[in-house]
């Protein structure tokens, strides 16, 4: 695979050389600024599509990632990193007649971000193996991405991982579940707020000297970031396995709850390499920038709002850019294969209620608004279920008047002692400790 920088047009003299998949994913961004993209996606074979429906995710995840990766990791050790990532379930739950829900919350975390995680932290150290380094991921989370990337990480040789959370700012069942680990994966409570956090990590990332710091030890800091390739391309294998459990293959219209627009990018890759999907559809909550561009054909960045369905209180959605690639900012193309909406909270709490008291069902706030999304605009299909609903206990039970039950590998983090390291908002103790820790 060759990556070229989405950001090369906006300046036709600084064309960066076309980077390896190795660089784009150790990198995480490209020199400009840009994002990574593939130049060519490549299809996958007819027979492939004609046996589909006998593979297992493993098996489908393998052929796809081959396809995509074959030059740049050797099959063995491409089918020893998908075994050990893609290790769950996502099955294709009928909710009632042509409605299916793909649930993708059996990760350790229980949500999809699992699947990017887990994938991006073994190719990660695949690369650093083959080089005999080491790499420290330093992220900042407001909750569930760190958990996932914590988690996908946890054991993996060559990487360890500094998570900073704000203090006080996140939810306790999130807490417990930063900062129970242990082994490589080590909470830093920071003494402000998200924003902080973000900074902190942006700030250490551009600081000359902890950089000779970390070179000195043979270690360098990493970025785990949702814009990463390695979290981009295994979000694609889930649309082919959940293709494969349609028995009407005319079902295969899929509902996406967006905010980033990972999850949706990752689908219209998958379509590109043959998929045959119908149609996509963008489901928003009131954060609904998408929305209003294939509306209005105009892309306007806002502030995030809060909403229930908070994975996805994203103004400015870094993927966007990478749709308008893949559709060469074609407004009309874009207009062909995805439809959006947007819904707000209370309606995304009726949806809750209606489905768990007609259909038996828990849905989770955000594959609510999925599920909206494809009642706008199909009779039939899938929307993906992105979180298991006792993630949003706080949410869901009061909707439905029914208490949830918690998943074990939920559960058994609560019990835990929480381990932290408590560090003021200013980048100087931050720093400090990082050198103090660059070995
Ligand atoms: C991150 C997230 C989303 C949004 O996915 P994007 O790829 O950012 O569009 C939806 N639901 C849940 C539960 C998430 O964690």
Redesign the pocket.
């Known amino acids: 695979m060759k990556l070229f920088s989405t950001n090369r047009k906006a300046d036709p003299k600084f064309l960066p050389p076309l980077a390896t998949f190795e660089k784009a994913v150790m990198q995480g961004l490209a020199e400009d600024g840009g994002l990574f993209m593939p130049t060519e996606i490549p299809t996958l074979p007819k027979d492939f599509f004609e046996k589909i429906s006998i593979l297992s995710l493993p098996e489908i995840s393998f052929e796809v990632a081959k396809t995509l990766l074959q030059e740049d990791i050797p099959e063995k050790d491409l089918r020893k990193i998908i075994d050990e990532s893609i290790n769950f379930d996502a099955p294709l739950k009928q909710v009632v007649e042509n409605i299916f829900s793909l649930e993708l919350f059996h990760g350790p975390t229980l949500?999809?971000?699992d699947f990017g995680a887990r994938f991006m932290a073994r190719i990660m150290s695949y690369f650093i193996n083959k080089s005999d380094k080491k790499i420290t991921i330093i992220v900042a989370t407001s909750g569930?991405?760190g958990s996932a990337v914590a988690s996908g990480v946890y054991n993996v040789p060559g990487i360890r991982v500094f998570l900073l959370y704000p203090s006080g700012k996140v939810s306790k069942i999130q807490e417990q579940q930063l900062t129970t680990m242990g082994g490589n994966i080590h909470a830093l409570e920071i003494d402000g707020t998200f924003d902080d956090c973000q900074r902190l990590v942006k700030t250490a990332f551009v600081d000359k000297e902890l950089k000779t710091i970390f070179a000195e030890n043979n270690d360098s800091l990493g970025s785990a970031n949702?814009i990463n390739i390695a979290r981009l391309i295994p979000?694609s294998f889930y649309y082919f396995y959940a293709y494969a459990q349609l028995k009407n293959k005319d079902y295969a219209v899929f509902s996406?709850?967006?905010?980033?627009?990972?999850?949706?990018?990752a689908g219209l890759i998958a379509k590109k390499m043959g998929l045959p999907i119908k149609k996509f559809i963008a489901a928003n909550n009131s954060n609904n920038s998408f929305t209003e561009y294939l509306h209005t054909g105009n892309f306007t960045a806002k502030a995030s709002v809060t909403t229930i369905?908070n994975?996805?209180d994203?103004g400015n959605?870094s993927?966007f850019v990478r749709i308008l690639e893949l559709y060469e900012n074609n407004l009309e193309k874009i207009r062909q294969d995805i439809s959006s909406a947007d819904f707000s909270d209370e309606k995304t709490a009726a949806a809750i209620k209606e489905v768990y008291e007609k259909y038996h069902y828990t849905m989770?706030p955000?594959g609510a608004v999925a599920y909206l999304g494809l009642k706008t605009f199909s009779p039939c299909g899938i929307f993906f279920e992105?979180?298991h609903p006792a993630?949003f206990l706080d949410v869901v039970e009061p909707i439905i008047g029914t208490k949830i039950q918690i998943p074990e590998r939920l559960a058994s983090c609560l019990t835990k002692t929480k381990v932290t390291t408590k560090l003021s908002k200013e980048f100087q103790d931050f720093k400090n400790f990082l050198a103090k820790n660059a070995k």
């Open positions: 949500a999809f971000k569930d991405t949702s979000q996406i709850p967006s905010g980033n627009l990972g999850n949706l990018t369905s994975a996805m994203v959605p993927n989770d955000h992105t979180a993630k």
